[in-house]
């Protein structure tokens, strides 16, 4: 596998669970693998979970691992092609992805979507630019659309905790104090449309979902109705995707509280796991209750990223 972002990359997605699982019982009988190979990790956004699990997972595999958080230390890089450099950004991309590369042999990304240009972001402008001149394998760590380690993440934690053979999962959206991207439920949704899962999105209106990861994925405006019989509600905060008002990208159109995830939602389920990727804002998406109730799957699914991150490295040294 030279690159990850989306679920085609993996290729048979029962045989990437097969192996996931395969890997979590025994995550370091893959040692020899990474024996004198190097991962390097860039962040040009925040991280605590992509960071710690990725780099775990490719101790686990025998890798050397660095990191470089851009925004802290590293020069200001410039990544728009075409422009006077006359800002405060020192050093173009495209230099820094070449030399970046020369001392390492995978590379993961963290690049956030701005959310104020929805065709730069949704063109994946600055992943794109590390597959193009890296000349390495590339792997998604959350960039301006996807975050496939996390779906990949949660697919593993549904199967670990179905009771049923096709369970209903629900994403809903939640309210949130700040605009967050899409690249969260745009990979969940794209998962769960491969998984064998009876899979429902549920918003308010604006916040429709780019039809490239949703595809013909059942949407119910009603959060209740959506949320009855649900054995995995899957919350989310997202900013308005632009879909139906390409003006509105990166907007928040909502703060309804009416949406956050309390008793009162979960009653409604039958006997629902509560996932969310975290970071969470209690109160906002989740009440405390139900974060911290016996049903919460947050903690097992943070756990699995872990696992995920192993199975897309794994497959790159090989
Ligand atoms: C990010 C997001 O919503 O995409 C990262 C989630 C893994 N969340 C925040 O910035 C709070
Ligand atoms: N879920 C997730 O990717 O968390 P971090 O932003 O902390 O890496």
Excluded at 73 to 100: F, N, Q
Aim: with cysteine.
């Amino acid at each position: 596998m030279n690159t990850f972002m989306n679920v085609e990359d993996l290729g048979n997605l029962q045989e990437a669970l097969a192996e996931a699982m395969e890997i979590k019982k025994n995550r370091f009988a893959y040692q020899h693998l990474g024996k004198n190979k190097t991962l390097l990790m860039i962040f040009f956004n925040n991280s605590l979970r992509t960071r710690l699990s990725t780099q775990k997972a490719a101790m686990n595999l025998g890798m050397n691992v660095i990191v470089l958080d851009v925004n802290a230390g590293a020069w200001k890089l410039e990544t728009e092609c075409g422009v006077i450099m006359d800002g405060d950004k020192s050093e173009h991309l495209l230099e820094a992805i070449p030399v970046m590369a020369s001392y390492c042999d995978i590379i993961g990304v963290r690049s956030f979507a701005g959310l104020t240009d929805r065709k730069y972001d949704y063109e994946e402008t600055v992943f794109q630019q590390f597959v193009k001149h890296s000349g390495k394998p590339v792997f998604a760590m959350e960039t301006a659309t996807v975050h496939p380690l996390q779906a990949f993440a949660d697919l593993i934690t549904i199967e670990e905790h179905k009771t049923k053979k096709r369970p209903k999962v629900v994403l809903t959206w939640a309210p949130h104090c700040k605009a967050l991207p899409q690249a969260v439920p745009n990979s969940f949704a794209e998962w769960m449309n491969k998984a064998d899962v009876d899979f429902v999105i549920t918003h308010p209106h604006g916040y429709e979902l780019d039809p490239k990861f949703t595809g013909s994925a059942r949407v119910e405006y009603d959060q209740m109705k959506a949320l009855e019989g649900a054995d995995f509600v899957y919350a989310k905060n997202w900013s308005c995707p632009g879909v139906t008002n390409p003006e509105d990208y990166g907007k928040i159109l909502s703060k309804d509280m009416a949406w956050t995830i309390d008793e009162k939602h979960m009653a409604v389920t039958d006997n629902g796991k509560f996932m969310h990727c975290l970071p969470v804002r209690r109160g906002l998406i989740v009440t405390d209750d139900v974060i911290e109730s016996p049903n919460s799957l947050v903690i097992p699914e943070a756990a699995n990223r872990e696992i995920s991150a192993e199975v897309v490295i794994k497959r790159m040294l090989e």
